[in-house]
Antibody, heavy 118, light 110 residues
Framework: QVQLQESGPGLVKPSETLSLTCTVS????????WSWIRQPPGKGLEWIGY???????KSSPSLKSRVTISVDTSNNQFSLKLSSVTAADTAVYYC????????????WGHGTVVTVSS | QSVLTQPPSVSAAPGQTVTISCSGS????????VSWYQQLPGKAPKFLIS???QRPSGIPDRISASRSGTSATLGITGLQTGDEADYYC???????????FGGGTKLTVL
């Protein structure tokens, strides 16, 4: 049973860079797409971007200039960096898996709360 | 403002049937499979069903998904109190080259 676990600081200062890691356990990171999705308090889901195990990435047009997604296949992890954060980036951040680009996100992490505040 | 449009809320009595709509456009729902997610309070979303006939083990047959043109629908029959949750539709948008979601629908079982 594949499980995903997000990790990273829960508090980030405005203008700094948010950094999160998703660890994949119980299965291999290869041959899947790995996405980051966030949910601001009381709001809906927002797709941030994905990385394929080969390293190919795609980010949401609205966040593209601030997003970097990377993969570490040797440690079965992938990571998100979001630069120049503001209070609007405060959200629960989830990592999720899909088999193909338009396949469902069939496995989700529990989510990690990130608050942007000084 | 979400790319996909869902009603903010729906409600029905236990045992009844409810449908949740998801409206989009040609680059998203019109040309890509739609998936549905259930989010219980304080929990991560969970994949429920897609109109590509994908359904995780344990998801009962009383839950169905369909798509026609640029709209998709989630159906739940024999409503139970445990079905109370937020439901999200999601798909890929070929024009944006991005994943997109609806704003979510809160289901209340009266």
């Amino acid at each position: 049973q594949v499980q995903l676990q997000e990790s990273g600081p829960g508090l980030v200062k405005p203008s700094e860079t948010l950094s999160l890691t998703c660890t994949v356990s119980g299965g291999s990171i290869t041959s899947y797409y790995w996405s980051w999705i966030r949910q601001p308090p009381g709001k809906g889901l927002e797709w941030i971007g994905y990385i394929y195990y080969s390293g190919r990435t795609k980010s949401s047009p609205s966040l593209k200039s601030r997003v970097t997604i990377s993969v570490d296949t040797s440690n079965n992890q992938f990571s998100l960096k979001l630069s120049s954060v503001t209070a609007a980036d405060t959200a629960v951040y989830y990592c999720a898996r899909s088999k193909y680009l338009n396949d469902p996100f069939d496995v989700w992490g529990h989510g990690t709360v990130v608050t942007v505040s000084s | 403002q979400s790319v996909l449009t869902q009603p903010p809320s729906v409600s029905a009595a236990p045992g009844q049937t409810v449908t949740i709509s998801c409206s989009g456009s040609s680059p998203n729902i019109g040309n890509n499979y739609v998936s549905w997610y259930q989010q219980l309070p304080g929990k991560a979303p969970k994949f429920l069903i897609s109109d590509s006939n994908q359904r995780p083990s344990g998801i009962p047959d009383r839950i169905s998904a369909s798509r026609s043109g640029t709209s998709a629908t989630l159906g739940i029959t024999g409503l139970q109190t445990g079905d109370e949750a937020d439901y999200y539709c999601g798909t890929w948008d070929s024009s944006l080259s991005a994943g997109v979601f609806g704003g979510g629908t809160k289901l209340t079982v009266l």
